[in-house]
């Protein structure tokens, strides 16, 4: 959260390789949300294990972006961009073609799991490719998926519905043209980076709607209301807002004129008012990991 922490996060990382040769991580750095680090991770429990022992080890906040594939966009010259996160989207107009990593996904599960693993591959945005009994206990299931369906949490919810008995394993095959746009978070009129993803178009509402949902349930409320605003394009597809909190100014108030209690508050709300227009929303490190376990 802080850019002057940078060199001690520098040095947290490269301390956590040492103990964890799984982590992986390069510097990266971008206008919007500053210097950092692109990561690598065994799934969401071992980000949430490193994000963690870096907060409380070595007293860094830290602002987290959600998991994200690497993207071929051609603009409308017939340049070829590599876009490897939501902030580095371009503009959508001069958007010509989009492409993303497709893999195929082969999940073996427990027969008596079978059909809670098949309604999980079901959700997501594939094809069946094949279904094998490997023996009478014993199913293989081969999807074909975009990558970004399978990196975020995908082998949590497996391990989930099928009490830790399937496994999974996935290798990219080709690059498929998708219909694919940004979604921003708004809070409070500002722009926050860290909350924008790649989204399929058809699902967009559906997406911001859960986004900015989640987000009022987890944002602490201010001395004014926060507006929440998924947006596409410059067009918002879904808006929460968190009420201020209140203090009661009519408290110490008793019996006399009514106009009196509608003075204080009439002074409260024009005070509100005021702080609306120049408060700034101070996002907690928590809220964006609730956010990305989400």
Known sequence: QNTDDFDVLKDAVNKLHLNDPSFVSEPEAHEALGRGFRCGFLGVLHSEIIAERIQREFSVPLVISRPSVEFSVTDKKGKELSIKTAVDWPDPTQIESIKEPWAQVEVITPASFYPKALQLLEQIEGTQKDIVYLSEKTVQLVYEAPLRE???????????????????????????????????????GEIQEAFSKVVPKVSAYQEGKTLVAKLKEVLPAQQFSVALQAVVGGKVLARETIGSRRRDVTASLYGGDVTRKNKLLDKQKKGKKELKAKGRVIIPPKVFLDVFRS
């Open 150 to 188: 399978i990196i975020i949490d995908f082998n949590d919810k497996l391990k989930s519905v099928t009490q830790g008995m399937a496994s999974m394993d996935y290798e990219i095959i080709d690059m498929r043209e998708g219909d694919l746009v940004k979604l921003e978070v708004l809070i409070a």
